[in-house]
């Protein structure tokens, strides 16, 4: 990467070094990408009660909007590795606006899928070129540059919520078309983004390079092993978070009997939580070794997880923030430490990850709405609470050691 930055000096238009105004820009899209699709969650006991919707349709609204964000993440990676669209971001954020549109006035199920679908597929082309944007601004700095652009993201998910609670919920579904500009001025950053990240791409086919200056010291089969590691590290992480995102609220309202406003300030506190785990996991990456720290992450939230559905309202709040930061750093780490693996596919290992960030979580969210419906609403919570005994497994993953070929 640092031999790529050095081909990209005196350009006018691409700064040496870590392109910070890039990375803030990517992220603050990414924030608004992500709050936008927080709102959704955000929407359910509204859209419950305006309805009549079963858990179960709650979670397959969550279903069909995830797995539309996901499916498509590892192809569009795929191939923006081999054929960068610079412009693909802005245009793909047009299609959230798009659905955001459709949302606010649907007025069937049928509808509210195909409007979540829109908006989900907005966001499977937003994260793996933004992704191969935070690598090429990055300077070297994968990790700091990993960090910038997802807490952009998780800040998004957390004010999602509160401005649901402060905007949706008095004024109901209508007032979703109000985010169709956060969709707007995102468009239009992209635009300035996919501007800078042209000109990149142009400086690097004109000197023949691919831009790739890193490879794994590990076998295939290492490899492999490792990808499943993670693979099972972002299953347990995201059908956690999935309980906590879709259903923290009506376990709150039911267990407590607040009401919904209050239930959307106590799931922003967990959110920003969240958001603000994520940075720091990623400053932890860099120092202690992503291994140690997608470790300390997952396995190491189990205490305050299991702790939560026995507390008073005050302590499930706590424990709830306490978990939202320490199991929020793993994705950074994750992220970063699958490309390291596959430095070459950039694009499509973020892609994939992205996938089945979102894929995992609305199968998470679906599977829990279905049990929720059979049970009940703390029961569900109290068995999601386990799934962060599965970061144990964390252990065996290799430590890596990438080979510098190219300085």
Same mark, same amino acid.
């Given at each position: 990467?640092?031999?790529?930055?050095?081909?990209?000096?005196?350009?006018?238009? *691409?700064?040496?070094?870590?392109?910070?105004?890039?990375?803030?820009?990517?992220?603050?899209?990414?924030? =608004?990408?992500? +709050?936008?699709?927080?709102?959704?969650?955000?929407?359910?006991? =509204?859209?419950?009660?305006?309805?009549?919707?079963?858990?179960?349709?709650?979670?397959?609204?969550?279903?069909?909007?995830?797995?539309? #964000?996901?499916?498509?993440?590892?192809?569009?990676?795929?191939?923006?590795?081999?054929?960068?669209?610079?412009?693909?971001?802005?245009?793909?954020?047009?299609?959230?606006?798009?659905?955001?549109?459709?949302?606010?006035?649907?007025?069937?199920?049928?509808?509210?899928?195909?409007?979540?679908?829109?908006?989900?597929?907005? #966001?499977?082309?937003?994260?793996?070129?933004?992704?191969?944007?935070?690598?090429?601004?990055?300077?070297?700095?994968?990790?700091?540059?990993?960090?910038?652009?997802?807490?952009?993201?998780?800040?998004?998910?957390?004010?999602?919520?509160?401005?649901?609670?402060?905007?949706?919920?008095?004024?109901?579904?209508?007032?979703?078309?109000?985010?169709?500009?956060?969709?707007?001025?995102?468009? *239009?950053?992209?635009?300035?983004?996919?501007?800078?990240?042209? +000109?990149?791409?142009?400086? $690097?086919?004109?000197?023949?390079?691919?831009?790739?200056?890193?490879?794994?010291? =590990?076998?295939?089969?290492? !490899?492999?092993?490792?990808?499943?590691?993670?693979?099972?590290?972002?299953?347990?992480?995201?059908?956690?978070?999935?309980?906590?995102? #879709?259903?923290?609220?009506?376990?709150?309202?039911?267990?407590?009997?607040?009401?919904?406003?209050? #239930?959307?300030?106590?799931?922003?506190?967990?959110?920003?939580?969240?958001?603000?785990?994520?940075?720091?996991?990623?400053?932890?990456?860099?120092?202690?070794?992503?291994?140690?720290? $997608?470790?300390?992450? !997952?396995?190491?939230?189990?205490?305050?997880?299991?702790?939560?559905?026995?507390?008073?309202?005050?302590?499930?709040?706590?424990?709830?923030?306490?978990?939202? =930061?320490?199991?929020?750093?793993?994705?950074?780490?994750?992220?970063?430490?699958?490309?390291?693996?596959?430095?070459?596919?950039?694009? +499509?290992?973020?892609? !994939?990850?992205?996938?089945?960030?979102?894929?995992?979580?609305?199968?998470?969210?679906?599977?829990?709405?279905?049990?929720?419906?059979?049970?009940?609403?703390?029961?569900?919570?109290?068995?999601?609470?386990?799934?962060?005994?599965?970061?144990?497994?964390? !252990?065996?993953?290799?430590?890596?050691?990438?080979?510098?070929?190219?300085?």
């Amino acid at each position: 990467m640092n031999k790529v930055i050095r081909q990209l000096k005196g350009h006018p238009h *691409i700064a040496e070094g870590t392109a910070y105004a890039i990375l803030f820009t990517i992220g603050t899209c990414h924030l =608004l990408n992500d +709050m936008i699709q927080s709102v959704i969650p955000a929407l359910y006991p =509204l859209l419950k009660e305006n309805f009549g919707f079963t858990f179960a349709q709650i979670g397959i609204i969550t279903l069909v909007f995830q797995l539309t #964000s996901s499916i498509l993440q590892p192809f569009i990676g795929l191939y923006a590795d081999r054929h960068p669209q610079p412009y693909s971001l802005s245009t793909g954020m047009c299609f959230t606006l798009i659905g955001l549109v459709a949302l606010a006035f649907s007025s069937d199920f049928l509808l509210i899928l195909l409007s979540v679908a829109l908006i989900g597929c907005g #966001s499977s082309v937003f994260h793996p070129e933004a992704s191969r944007v935070a690598q090429l601004a990055s300077g070297g700095k994968k990790s700091l540059a990993q960090s910038i652009f997802q807490v952009g993201g998780n800040g998004g998910s957390s004010i999602g919520p509160l401005l649901a609670a402060l905007i949706v919920i008095p004024y109901g579904q209508h007032a979703v078309g109000w985010f169709a500009l956060a969709a707007l001025l995102a468009s *239009i950053l992209l635009v300035r983004v996919g501007y800078w990240y042209s +000109m990149v791409i142009a400086k $690097i086919r004109k000197s023949h390079d691919n831009g790739i200056s890193a490879s794994c010291a =590990l076998s295939k089969r290492t !490899i492999h092993f490792a990808l499943g590691i993670l693979v099972l590290m972002i299953f347990s992480k995201y059908f956690f978070n999935a309980c906590m995102t #879709s259903y923290f609220t009506f376990f709150l309202i039911d267990k407590f009997d607040i009401n919904v406003q209050q #239930s959307q300030f106590c799931l922003f506190a967990y959110l920003a939580a969240f958001a603000i785990g994520t940075l720091l996991g990623g400053f932890m990456g860099d120092r202690y070794g992503r291994k140690y720290v $997608i470790l300390f992450s !997952i396995l190491g939230a189990t205490p305050f997880t299991l702790a939560m559905p026995y507390l008073s309202l005050l302590w499930t709040i706590v424990m709830a923030v306490i978990t939202g =930061l320490v199991i929020a750093s793993a994705f950074s780490a994750i992220v970063v430490y699958a490309t390291d693996l596959m430095p070459d596919k950039v694009g +499509m290992i973020a892609g !994939i990850f992205f996938g089945l960030m979102f894929g995992l979580g609305g199968i998470g969210s679906a599977f829990f709405g279905w049990l929720a419906d059979l049970t009940s609403i703390e029961f569900i919570f109290r068995v999601s609470t386990w799934l962060p005994l599965l970061g144990v497994v964390a !252990i065996f993953l290799p430590d890596i050691r990438p080979n510098k070929t190219n300085k």
